[in-house]
């Protein structure tokens, strides 16, 4: 089952959607008929989606929580979509309530009043901000102004180690029964304003979240109220009426509510207008395939990764099987043609590469080049690695100086890193490279750049990463690097950012390495423990903790260490007072059962 069927049309993660289905379908070829079930909400026309997966369209309006959809502006007035279909537009707040609170005008001045009025009548409220920054900026003013009760029982359940600076202002909200979700928050502290929000006398009457909150977690509201009608965070782009789509489906609670509402701010009368003509109205984007042509030597390699060996002049139909290949061949017959030279190119540096082997007209994937295919990486990366690996000597080399070689692929690259641009002062982050890895790193790091601010982030990357599995606390990270509070700030979801991205990508070069260096198994079973390392962000002297009975926080694992644990054994020979200090009364007893104080 797919869900979210929508992502075949995303830039990033469209290619992963594409060639597992492709997949699928090819086995269909060989016999292997697997039951697919493709799920979307948000779905546009389907530009023949549905003939590629040779699957019927099922389609349903129905909601089981009828919804309003409309653009309120600064003097009040809401225009709407009504639960008849019909348009209606009328005063939502009366004008004198929006007032100027701040130098100059702003959504808070429309929110507050709004979110006011809603919880007036009982209702849960989903603000949805563009930034992280600002969901904590307004869950606090919102905090404030409303004056609800403190969510204590969600304030009972907050970690309280290994805190980043993001958990004081969200301790501040709760006080005043609002609360924020963005990644600069501790899983932890996630999941537990997901369940106060959800749970009708959670404490939480107003939830500000980003817009990832829109992307499966179960956080419904009565209302949803969406502060910004465009991105202009780290990609820069309007919202597409698919994602509008999916964050106003956040509104109803089935069983709370007759009727859900989805609210979209605007300045003026006009451009009112123009938003409720775009979103409210709009249609979600057709499905198309994120195949590009410069594309065609990753999706090529990934294809061949498939199959045991094939013709070379078989290779342009294999793209036929994707839904790029599908779509691009009907509207242009000759498009197989038109790309055979690409494929011959592209079968010369594969064969330059050691990638792969020709014998005869047959092209057979080497096993360094089923790696490469089989990875999350391009075809660029995954050349630009073989080539930067091979010039070490792996017998000699540390296994945590390949999180510093990772920070060089095209895929880190795009991974936000926070710099300051102006000025010189992010200059120092090469020396920190120097000082925890080595002078020929930082020189490796400069290969590829496009610009100094490109080696400066890789930099900042790398030594940060250092710093994580080297078990240095959150707060310190963000303050070691954040170059300013504003420019260049650094918060904890950036740091996961970067260290799941690194994670994710580093899986695929083990892979990769395994077929450079077969013969160097230590290095290769170093790079499992920098893997786990990554995970749990633990030096090499504590990451046996992850191994107890049940999984705790980055915290709880740190002070464990720093009590003197390094393996599970060391816990179990604790008194229960200190593995108490250590992680708190309820999971000492978890870890303790027999251990629990009398009462």
Not at 289 to 308: A, G
Not at 442 to 458: A, G, K, M, P, V
Not at 480 to 498: H, K, L
Request: net charge neutral; aromatic share 6%.
């Amino acid at each position: 089952m797919l869900d979210e069927a929508q992502f075949i049309t995303d830039p990033r993660r469209g290619i992963t959607v594409e060639l597992i289905l492709t997949l699928l379908l090819r086995a269909r070829q060989r016999g292997i008929n697997p039951q697919l079930v493709a799920l979307s909400a948000v779905i546009g026309k389907l530009n023949d989606f549905d003939r590629w997966l040779d699957l019927p369209v099922l389609s349903s309006r129905q909601r089981p929580v009828p919804l309003i959809e409309g653009v309120l502006d600064r003097r009040g007035m809401f225009q709407f979509v009504d639960i008849d279909g019909s348009t209606k537009t009328e005063a939502l707040l009366p004008q004198h309530r929006i007032v100027q609170r701040r130098d100059k005008p702003s959504s808070q001045d429309v929110i507050v009043p709004l979110a006011q009025e809603l919880v007036a009548k009982g209702e849960k409220v989903l603000v949805f901000r563009n930034m992280r920054r600002p969901t904590q900026g307004c869950a606090k003013y919102l905090s404030k102004e409303l004056g609800l009760g403190e969510a204590t029982a969600v304030i009972d359940a907050l970690p309280t180690q290994d805190l980043t600076g993001a958990s004081q202002d969200l301790r501040e909200s709760l006080a005043g029964g609002t609360a924020f979700h963005n990644t600069n928050l501790l899983r932890a502290e996630r999941e537990a304003i997901e369940k106060g929000f959800r749970n009708r006398d959670g404490g939480i009457d107003v939830l500000v979240a980003t817009t990832t909150l829109a992307a499966g977690i179960n956080t419904p509201a009565s209302t949803v109220i969406l502060a910004e009608n465009e991105f202009v965070g780290e990609d820069g782009r309007p919202f597409t009426v698919a994602e509008y789509k999916n964050m106003a489906g956040r509104a109803g609670r089935l069983g709370f509510n007759e009727i859900g509402k989805a609210i979209i701010l605007a300045e003026t009368p006009l451009e009112r207008a123009q938003l409720f003509q775009k979103y409210v109205l709009g249609t979600p984007e057709e499905v198309k395939s994120s195949f590009q042509n410069r594309d065609l030597p990753t999706w090529t390699l990934r294809l061949l990764s498939q199959v045991r060996g094939v013709h070379a002049s078989d290779i342009p139909a294999l793209l036929v099987n994707t839904f790029g290949g599908y779509t691009a061949s009907r509207g242009a017959p000759r498009w197989i043609a038109a790309v055979e030279a690409d494929v011959t190119n592209l079968i010369s540096r594969l064969l330059l590469a050691g990638l792969a082997e020709q014998e005869s007209d047959i092209i057979h994937l080497t096993l360094l080049g089923r790696a490469c295919g089989a990875s999350s990486l391009s075809f660029e990366s995954g050349l630009r690695l073989v080539e930067l690996m091979r010039q070490l000597d792996a017998s000699q080399t540390q296994p945590s100086l390949t999180l510093a070689m990772i920070q060089v692929l095209d895929e880190m690259d795009a991974i936000y890193t926070p710099v300051m641009k102006r000025g010189r002062s992010e200059s120092v982050r090469a020396s920190e490279v120097t000082q925890r890895y080595s002078q020929a790193t930082t020189q490796s790091l400069q290969r590829y750049c496009r610009d100094e601010i490109e080696f400066w982030c890789r930099c900042k990357r790398a030594s940060l990463l250092h710093d994580w599995i080297e078990g240095t606390p959150v707060d310190i990270l963000e303050k070691r690097y954040s170059t300013t509070p504003f420019q260049g700030a650094v918060g904890y979801g950036d740091i996961m950012g970067i260290v799941e991205g690194t994670r994710f990508h580093l899986r695929s070069a083990h892979q990769i390495l395994t077929a450079l260096f077969p013969d160097q198994p230590e290095f290769l079973a170093s790079l499992d423990d920098i893997l786990r390392r990554l995970e749990f962000g633990l030096p090499s002297n504590a990451f046996a903790l992850a191994e107890l009975s049940i999984p705790l926080t980055r915290g709880q694992y740190l002070a464990l260490a720093n009590a003197g644990c390094s393996v599970p054994d060391d816990v179990a020979a604790l008194s229960f007072e200190c593995l108490r200090d250590c992680v708190g009364e309820s999971t000492a007893v978890r870890l303790r059962p027999a251990r629990r104080p009398a009462a």
